[in-house]
T-cell receptor, first 116, second 113 residues
């Protein structure tokens, strides 16, 4: 049973370009979460999505960042006009549901974005 | 808002030494508590969890007890191995389940022969 898949694993972009990060959740999971890990810091929540819906985007920067999880295909985190401060590891996680207490999120290997 | 505080690393131990990584939290109600481990170049793996006060989570020799009175969830292992070298993250999710994890900053553990 494949785990959470993320691609690319490494992405280099020049300032001003766009970055697209993809996440395929585990089979049977319909909830996707994106987290960002800045150097020497812990993970920070960005956005929580279900199929075709954004449930909680309280951690998303107000500008340049967007996320989607279409009915078909992977979830996409899109960063427009990247700046050096966007350099980080971006992790996707998925879960089966949010109903039960202590539900588990399963993490992908991450995409390491470097902005030059 | 919710927050998690972990002891700073790196923590360097000899093989077979006793490990404690401290974690305290601030949250309303009764959050669920987790320890995740991150090996170099990889994503996070759930190590153990506890969902109510006095619960003890355990896995692979690691243990942590949910202490409501001290708002703590310290990670312990009686005898560490070189293969335990990794970064350990304490995290919580809000009362009643919820949709986002709040993480501590992580503690790097290095185990030497």
């Amino acid at each position: 049973n494949a785990g959470v898949m993320q691609n690319p694993r490494h992405l280099v972009r020049r300032r001003g370009q766009e970055a697209r990060l993809r996440c395929s959740p585990m089979k049977g999971h319909s909830h996707v979460y994106w987290y960002r890990q800045l150097p020497e810091e812990g993970l920070k929540f960005m956005v929580y999505l279900q199929k075709e819906n954004i449930i909680d985007e309280s951690g998303m920067p107000k500008e340049r960042f967007s996320a989607e999880f279409p009915k078909e295909g992977p979830s996409i985190l899109r960063i427009q006009q990247v700046v050096r401060g966007d350099s980080a590891a971006y992790f996707c996680a998925s879960s089966r549901d949010r109903g039960s207490r202590g539900y588990e999120q399963y993490f992908g290997p991450g995409t390491r974005l470097t902005v030059t | 808002g919710d927050s998690v505080t972990q002891m700073e690393g790196p923590v360097t131990l000899s093989e077979e030494a006793f490990l404690t990584i401290n974690c305290t939290y601030t949250a309303t109600g009764y959050p669920s508590l987790f320890w995740y481990v991150q090996y170099p170049g990889e994503g996070l793996q759930l190590l153990l969890k506890a969902t109510k006060a006095d619960d003890k989570g355990s896995n692979k020799g690691f243990e942590a007890t949910y202490r409501k009175e001290t708002t703590s969830f310290h990670l312990e292992k009686g005898s560490v191995q070189v293969s335990d070298s990794a970064v350990y993250f304490c995290a919580l999710s809000p009362t009643g389940g919820g949709n986002k994890l709040t993480f501590g900053t992580g503690t790097q553990l290095k185990v030497e022969l």
